[in-house]
Structure formats: structure tokens, C-alpha cells
């Protein structure tokens, strides 16, 4: 069964501070697939970023970063200079290969930037 | 180009009403699902689709059913509501592709209040 745990519940920064948000998952699968999604306060869901099992070669994109790990089953997610736009939940999941593309969700992190 | 659209946004209903949840898309995708969203908790998957006349249960299907009669429409009912039904709803769709590698779209969510 696959699980995801997002141990911090809200974290606030002051505008400019980094902020890492993390998750560990559960998977007995060896092919499977880990998002991060984005709610904002007017409640839609935004896509973020997606890596396969095979890709652990972290990323940076603009003021995002992303540092996946297997050995430890982490997929951290870091916001540098926060602006108070980052201000939602951030959630991540987890996909598995052959299981219709249902996703299993972490409970979030509530990201609340500080001006 | 709409995606996924979820009526109606807003919906107070007294226990024991019954109700339907709508969800259309337009994106020509085979599989849908459905999503519940309480408040510090994540996702949960209620019930998915992979295809017309095929639904399947999720992790909390108890309390609703679904059908699927077109690829576009995947409906929610409630028959019988109880206050712990109470939740954000989110409908989504991700391409005919059973990878685990697709990126769900969702809908705007409904917001129920049983009481």
C-alpha cells in the first residue's frame, strides 16, 4: 500500500526565508511517480513538479528546488526568498506504475509567509 | 477550454437529504476520479473510473456511489447525508495512460455542508 507523510502541519516564515517543506513515502512498488501539488486560498489544486523513481537527480526551477532521495524515501521540497504569493498548502503525493494514476496524498503543509 | 467542471460549488444540505455531485470534463480523458478534502487531512480518493461503464471504489467509498455513463460526465451521490460528509470535493481526470507518470487536472471543488 502506498502512503505518504507530511510530518509538519503549518510553518511560517518571514517574507525572503527559505522554507523546506518535507515528505517521506511508502511504496512497495519500484517504478512510481512523486507530485507536488499547490493550494493557494481560492482552494484549486496546482500541479508543481513530478519525478519518476529513476530520476534522482534534484532540480531547481526559478525559486523552487527539489531534493528526492530513495535511500531515504524523501521527496523535500524547498521555497527560496519566499514572497507572500507562496502562501498555501502544498501537498505531496505519490503515484504508483499500473495503478490507474490514483494518487495518495500527504495531509499538506500549511506555508503562511509572513510580510 | 474548460477541463473539469464541478457543480455546484456551494451546497448545505440536512442530514438524510440526498444529493448529486456533478463533474464534466472536456479534455477527452478516459480515467476520473473523485477526491474528498477535509480540513487538515489531505485527499482521499472516494471513487475512480478508467472508462465509460467502469467505476471502481477507492479508499473511502462508503456513503456514495458513482456511475459513469459517458466520458465526459462522472456524477457523486450522496443518498443519504450524515454530517461526517461534510468536506470539500474535488473531481479530476488525467489521460488514458496507466504509467502512474500523468498529471491529474482538477476541478474547481464543491464545497458540502451536512448539518
Known amino acids: 500500500a502506498q502512503k505518504v507523510t507530511q510530518a509538519q502541519t503549518e510553518i511560517s516564515v518571514v517574507e525572503k526565508e527559505d522554507v523546506t517543506l518535507d515528505c517521506v513515502y511508502e511504496?512497495?512498488?519500484?517504478?512510481?511517480?512523486l507530485f507536488w501539488y499547490k493550494q493557494p486560498p481560492s482552494g484549486e489544486l496546482v500541479f508543481l513538479i513530478r519525478r519518476n523513481s529513476f530520476d534522482e537527480q534534484n532540480e531547481i526551477s526559478g525559486r523552487y528546488s527539489w531534493n528526492f532521495q530513495k535511500s531515504t524515501s524523501s521527496f523535500n521540497f524547498t521555497i527560496t526568498a519566499s514572497q507572500v504569493v507562496d502562501s498555501a498548502v502544498y501537498f505531496c503525493?505519490?503515484?504508483?506504475?499500473?495503478?490507474?494514476?490514483?494518487?495518495?496524498f500527504g495531509k499538506g503543509n500549511q506555508v503562511v509567509v509572513i510580510p | 477550454n474548460a477541463g473539469v467542471t464541478q457543480t455546484p460549488k456551494f451546497r448545505i444540505l440536512k442530514i438524510g437529504q440526498s444529493m448529486t455531485l456533478q463533474c464534466t470534463q472536456d479534455?477527452?480523458?478516459?480515467?476520473m476520479y473523485w477526491y474528498r478534502q477535509d480540513p487538515g487531512m489531505g485527499l482521499k480518493l472516494i471513487y475512480y473510473?478508467?472508462?465509460?461503464?467502469?467505476?471502481d471504489k477507492g479508499e473511502v467509498p462508503n456513503g456514495y456511489n458513482v456511475s459513469r455513463s459517458t466520458t465526459e460526465d462522472f456524477p457523486l451521490r450522496l443518498e443519504l447525508a450524515a454530517p461526517s460528509q461534510t468536506s470539500v470535493y474535488f473531481c479530476a481526470c488525467s489521460p488514458t495512460d496507466n504509467s502512474g507518470a500523468n498529471v491529474l487536472t482538477f476541478g474547481a471543488g464543491s464545497r458540502l455542508t451536512v448539518l
Open positions: 511504496t512497495r512498488d519500484t517504478t512510481y511517480y
Open positions: 473510473s478508467v472508462g465509460a461503464g467502469i467505476t
Open positions: 479534455m477527452n480523458h478516459n480515467y
Open positions: 503525493a505519490l503515484s504508483e506504475a499500473g495503478g490507474n494514476n490514483r494518487l495518495a
